[in-house]
């Protein structure tokens, strides 16, 4: 099992940034790709950043060039820092983590979520 815990969400007014972090503990291994998703009120989580083994980050197209994830393995803590930041980005933000111990087993956990709402 592996449990995440989501931070750094909060209240920023438009062109603001915010820093996500996200802090893995217990079995933390295997761990096959890691990625920040969305959910805004009445729509689907989105993904919005994600590291997939060794390949560079990836971005949905709305938040390309002003979002960045990182990891740091050491730490087992994944970031997202968000610059630039507009309205459409208010939703709540999750943290998730795969975990691939064979071609035929794959986990998937989710962190409890952060609020981020920008807002003047």
């Known amino acids: 099992q592996v449990q995440l815990v989501e931070s750094g969400g909060g209240l920023v007014q438009p062109g603001g940034s915010l820093r996500l972090s996200c802090v893995a503990s217990?079995?933390?291994?295997?761990?096959?790709?890691v990625g920040w998703y969305r959910q805004a009120p009445g729509k689907e989580r989105e993904l919005v950043a994600g590291i997939t083994g060794g390949d560079n980050p990836n971005y949905a197209d709305s938040v390309k060039g002003r979002f960045t994830i990182s990891r740091d393995n050491a730490d087992n803590t994944v970031y997202l820092q968000m610059n630039s930041l507009k309205p459409e980005d208010t939703a709540v933000y999750f943290c998730n983590f795969v975990q691939r111990l064979s071609d035929a087993t794959t986990y998937r956990y989710w962190g409890q979520g952060t609020q981020v709402t920008v807002s003047s």
């Open positions: 217990g079995s933390v291994f295997r761990i096959f790709a």
